[in-house]
Every structure is written in structure tokens, then in C-alpha cells.
Nanobody, 115 residues
Framework: QVQLVESGGGLVQAGGALRLTCAASKNIFSIYRMGWYRQAPGKQREVVATIFSGGGTYYVGSVKGRFTISRDNAKNTVYLQMNSLKPEDTAVYYC?????????WGQGTQVTVSS
């Protein structure tokens, strides 16, 4: 079992920045993939960015060049640095841990970008 707690969401103007933090309850060194997902009102949850245990990353096209995912295994923490935020980035952001077929989710943190 892995408990995930997100923080760092809030209200920001378009063009601004936020850094989301996901704190895990156990060592994440061996977790296959950590990721950030988001769900806007009336839409399905979508992947935003993922980072593999080996360090490889994936970004959805709409955030490439603006968002950066990173992980600090020593602190059992995953970050999502979000720059140049747009109103369409408004959503609840969820942290995910994919531990060899076992999926764990945090409770989510709201990000609201005003125009």
C-alpha cells in the first residue's frame, strides 16, 4: 500500500507558475512509474506527465515545454513544476503510483488558472 498526499495547488493568473508536490508514504525508489493526472469539470481524467523509476519521462502534448516532472527518491516525493499556466490547465490534479500493476491515487489538489 502507498498513500499519496498532494499539495501546492491554488489560484493563479494565466502565465503564472505553481509547483505541485506528491508525498508518498513509502520509498518510491522501486515504484515503476509515478505520474500526475488531471480532471477538469465534465471531462475524463487524463495523464499529464509520468516519470519512470529509471528516470524517463512522458508529457502530454499540451504541456510539453511548460511542465516538468521530477522525483526525489530520498524524500519519497514527486514534483510537477508548472510554468506558463493557461486557463485550460484548470483541473483537479492527482498523483498516481503504478507499483507493478497496483495503482494508487492521492486525493487531488485543485489548480485554477484565471484569464
Amino acid at each position: 500500500q502507498v498513500q499519496l498526499v498532494e499539495s501546492g495547488g491554488g489560484l493563479v493568473q494565466a502565465g503564472g507558475a505553481l509547483r505541485l508536490t506528491c508525498a508518498a508514504s513509502k520509498n518510491i525508489f522501486s515504484i515503476y512509474r509515478m505520474g500526475w493526472y488531471r480532471q477538469a469539470p465534465g471531462k475524463q481524467r487524463e495523464v499529464v506527465a509520468t516519470i519512470f523509476s529509471g528516470g524517463g519521462t512522458y508529457y502530454v502534448g499540451s504541456v510539453k515545454g511548460r511542465f516538468t516532472i521530477s522525483r526525489d527518491n530520498a524524500k519519497n516525493t514527486v514534483y510537477l513544476q508548472m510554468n506558463s499556466l493557461k486557463p485550460e490547465d484548470t483541473a483537479v490534479y492527482y498523483c498516481n503510483a503504478d507499483d507493478v500493476g497496483n495503482n494508487y491515487w492521492g486525493q487531488g489538489t485543485q489548480v485554477t488558472v484565471s484569464s
